[in-house]
């Protein structure tokens, strides 16, 4: 059996770690052949949940963020970490539109977002502990595509 | 990695086309820049020209639901422009697409500005 590729990173809790989050990912999962649209939606996954971490999770305090990436089959595994103020309402969160800081200009859109993208969306989250999202992607690129490598 | 913002004065309308990955890290300067050029040319009307916009997430599509309430609340107009086939499925997914005036090419949607500023 193939050993399990992972990858795992911790960053600062800083809004120019967005792209950095969101590129690394996408670089990592690169060899699973995903098509663009797969990639951008990705990154866009990424993106939603590493700026939740900062502004909701840790709001202007500092912290970290851990990421981790896993490619099982042809699907990808990602975990995104904080150990900021948590949710209580894991549910109301969901609803799309709702956003906890409207006076940020939020669309209210990053968690309808995150769960039209994956195949797999869960929540865990402890008040004053942090949040784990997880979130699975199966690539669905045509096997045809893959016949070649050497 | 900032966003690049071009504004262009035409007659009492502005156009600004945006450069660049809209998410939160680039937000707060895109909604300064669009508010300090809304204020200082007190334009009535707002072509937002998304076509060198590579990327963006729910921040994004924050911001510009931010200007549209802004230039609706002046009372002005607000309309878009060139969005690339991801821009325009997080729209869509939001449902901005039936609040906001959007148009496929910037001739369009110019000509459209002018008929609603009569």
């Not at chain 2, 821009?87 to 997914?93: G, P």
Request: aromatic share 6%; hydrophobic share 40%; glycine share 8%.
């Amino acid at each position: 059996m193939k050993a399990t590729n992972s990858m795992s990173m911790t960053f600062s809790a800083l809004s120019e770690n967005e792209a950095f989050a969101r590129v690394a990912v996408a670089a990592f999962v690169a060899q699973l052949n995903p098509t663009m649209e797969e990639l951008t939606e990705i990154k866009t996954v990424v993106s939603e949940a590493v700026t939740n971490s900062i502004i909701h999770g840790y709001g202007e305090k500092y912290g970290d963020i851990y990421l981790h990436c896993k490619i099982v089959g042809d699907s990808i595994e990602l975990v995104v970490e904080d150990h900021g103020v948590g949710i209580g309402d894991v549910e109301m969160v969901r609803q799309p539109l709702y956003t906890s800081r409207p006076e940020l200009e939020r669309s209210g859109m990053g968690f309808t977002i995150m769960e039209s993208f994956v195949d797999e969306f869960d929540i865990e989250s402890v008040v004053d502990r942090g949040t784990m999202l997880r979130l699975v992607k199966r690539i669905r690129t045509p096997q045809s595509a893959t016949h070649h490598e050497v | 990695m900032k966003v690049q913002i071009e504004t262009l004065n035409r007659g009492s309308m502005m156009i600004a086309t945006l450069h660049g990955e809209l998410d939160h890290h680039a937000a707060d300067n895109v909604r300064g820049t669009l508010d300090r050029e809304i204020e200082a040319t007190r334009t009535k009307c707002l072509l937002l020209d998304l076509r060198g916009v590579t990327f963006m997430d729910s921040s994004g599509l924050g911001v510009i639901l931010g200007r549209y309430k802004k230039m609706q609340a002046l009372p002005g107009e607000m309309v878009i422009t060139s969005l690339s086939k991801s821009v325009e499925r997080l729209f869509e997914m939001s449902g901005l697409h039936k609040i906001m005036n959007i148009y496929k090419d910037r001739e369009t949607a110019i000509q459209a500005l002018k008929e609603v500023a009569k």
